[in-house]
């Protein structure tokens, strides 16, 4: 889908939401709305090009409609990152400036990932909020990006009688250099 598409459908929604009379207008349900709109066209496989997001944000920027378009957020990159949609978060890394952050072994905690595109439960791919992997032989959570230093931040968790996640056992912050060293590593030593 081109970003004269996408923006169509984001005047269609801020024309809706803002303009139409008889609509309980607040910003609230704004946000909401552009929130949903990401998340379908992420859910429906709509295809973005690498600029995509740039474009729209600049637009944005330009446009009438400016303020009322929210642009897509962490949560929209870890669905697309959960259902596999290459496209959307290379848009999105191009958007925010972050070196995509991928490797194998990966759970994410979350019903979403058995429903994406491949329809199988994939181990390798991109690193987002929530995602769960080994590093350094310990089981770790992402829990941030640092895209000004090309850094995830993973914590590794104390366990907890119920099962959930206890108290913070350890905290790591890998550089995108230091997850792609690591994966090689791992691949000679498949090799040997």
Not at 2 to 24: A, F, H, P, T, Y
Not at 52 to 64: F, V
Not at 154 to 161: F, I, K, L, M, S
Request: contains cysteine; glycine residues 6%; hydrophobic residues 35%.
């Amino acid at each position: 889908m081109s970003e004269k598409m996408i923006w169509n459908i984001c005047e269609l929604i801020d024309d809706v939401s803002w303009r139409q009379s008889g609509i309980d207008y607040t910003r609230e349900k704004a946000a909401r709305m552009w929130h949903d709109l990401w998340a379908l066209l992420i859910n429906t496989g709509c295809r973005f090009e690498k600029e995509t997001l740039k474009k729209i944000e600049t637009d944005r920027n330009l446009s009438r409609y400016g303020p009322q378009v929210d642009m897509p957020d962490e949560g929209h990159y870890t669905l697309a990152a959960q259902m596999g949609h290459v496209s959307f978060c290379g848009a999105y890394e191009h958007l925010v400036g972050r070196k995509p952050f991928i490797t194998k072994g990966i759970s994410y905690d979350t019903y979403m990932s058995r429903y994406n595109v491949h329809n199988n439960n994939r181990t390798q791919g991109r690193l987002a909020v929530g995602s769960e992997f080994v590093w350094q032989g310990v089981k770790v959570r992402v829990t941030s990006f640092k895209d000004s230093s090309a850094a995830l931040v993973a914590c590794a968790y104390h366990p907890t009688e119920d099962g959930y996640r206890g108290k913070i056992k350890k905290r790591f912050t890998i550089t995108h250099k230091a997850l792609t060293e690591a994966h090689k590593k791992a691949m000679e030593a498949r090799h040997d």
